[in-house]
Nanobody, 113 residues
Framework: EPLVESGGDVVQPGDSLRLSCEVS????????LAWYRQPPGEERELICA???????WYNDPVKGRFTISREDAKKMLYLQMDSLKFEDTAMYYC????????WGPGTQVTVSS
């Protein structure tokens, strides 16, 4: 599998969660990586990205709460999610950036009281 996400869970509002993604060498060597999410009944959306030089970008709904990072030696991508809200409930996916050519199975994050 070129992309395998993990770390999803059921959490309460205000909690933190860290997602991980194992990335194939071919994808990891590209220009960048990103996290996407797909809330129930909605389309998949780009939430943050990191370039191969370490520069990051965040979509407004997660800015200041989520942190994307990469560990090159292990070919891993991470998403630290803090101050989780109900509206963060979604299936989370990692993918190549800016052109995702394949998708992993995703990992479910549910924020519920």
């Amino acid at each position: 599998e070129p992309l395998v996400e993990s770390g999803g869970d059921v959490v309460q509002p205000g909690d933190s969660l860290r997602l991980s993604c194992e990335v194939s060498g071919r994808i990891f060597s590209g220009p960048g990586l990103a996290w996407y999410r797909q809330p129930p009944g909605e389309e998949r959306e780009l939430i943050c990205a990191i370039r191969d030089d370490g520069a990051t970008w965040y979509n407004d709904p997660v800015k200041g709460r989520f942190t994307i990072s990469r560990e090159d030696a292990k070919k891993m991508l991470y998403l630290q999610m803090d101050s989780l809200k109900f509206e963060d409930t979604a299936m989370y996916y990692c993918a190549a950036f800016p052109d995702p050519t394949s998708w992993g199975p995703g990992t479910q994050v549910t924020v519920s009281s």
